[in-house]
């Protein structure tokens, strides 16, 4: 059974970088696509990114100044980077496994997602 | 980006209702569509995917349909644990966006 679980701290103060890891068991993370989702409280879902194993990213282009996601296969992490937060980043941060379900550039679902952080930014 | 609007934001239902909740597309996705449903506190689950397929362990009254713009997702007859939160999401093109959700509640 696959399993996700979002580590980091849960308060960042505005204008810092806000950190969290992703840990993946019962799967490798070859072959496979990893995503990071956000929900600010009360509200939708909005997709930040993904990474494939081999280290190739794609990023919603409304953060993607200010995002950055990375791998370590070697410990089964995958990470997110989010700089210069405000207010508005505040939000529970989920990561998940983007299925390659159509083998081409579109298709991909989200099978299987950690349990979320909530990250809140504030000084 | 695509935008996908969800219909009705809420409903209020009875335990053995058929609900369906409508998904359109602010452009042709072609059958690229999932379902999540999510309770309160926890991750969304995935339901349904490429439109119609229901994930392995979803239970049969779950069903979605359509193809390019316009996509429903109906429970045929609802159980106590369907009462949550439903979202649509296109698998299209890149970024990949949900719509805004539909609160199934217990009338």
């Known amino acids: 059974q696959v399993q996700l679980q979002e580590s980091g701290p849960g308060l960042v103060k505005p204008s810092e970088t806000l950190s969290l890891t992703c840990t993946v068991s019962g799967d490798s993370m070859s072959s496979h696509y990893w995503s990071w989702i956000r929900q600010p409280p009360g509200k939708g879902l909005e997709w930040i990114g993904y990474?494939?194993?081999?280290?190739?990213?794609n990023y919603n282009p409304s953060l993607k100044s200010r995002v950055t996601i990375s791998i370590d296969t070697s410990k089964n992490q995958f990470s997110l980077k989010l700089t210069s937060v405000t207010a508005a980043d505040t939000a529970v941060y989920y990561c998940?496994?983007?299925?390659?379900?159509?083998?081409?550039?579109?298709?991909?679902?989200?099978?299987?997602w950690g349990r979320g952080t909530l990250v809140t930014v504030s000084s | 980006d695509i935008q996908m609007t969800q219909s009705p934001s809420s409903v209020s239902a009875s335990v053995g209702d058929r609900v369906t909740i409508t998904c359109r597309a602010s452009?042709?996705?072609?059958?690229?569509l999932a379902w999540y449903q999510q309770k309160p506190g926890k991750a969304p689950n995935l339901l349904i995917y490429a439109a119609s397929t229901l994930q392995s362990g979803v239970p049969p009254r779950f069903s979605g349909s359509g193809s390019g713009t316009d996509f429903t997702l109906t429970i045929s007859s609802l159980q106590p644990e369907d009462f949550a939160t439903y979202y649509c999401q296109q698998a299209d093109t890149f970024p990949y966006t949900f719509g805004q959700g539909t609160k199934l509640e217990i009338k």
């Open positions: 990474i494939y194993y081999t280290g190739r990213t």
């Open positions: 998940a496994r983007l299925w390659d379900y159509g083998g081409s550039d579109n298709g991909d679902f989200f099978d299987y």
């Open positions: 452009q042709d996705i072609s059958s690229w």
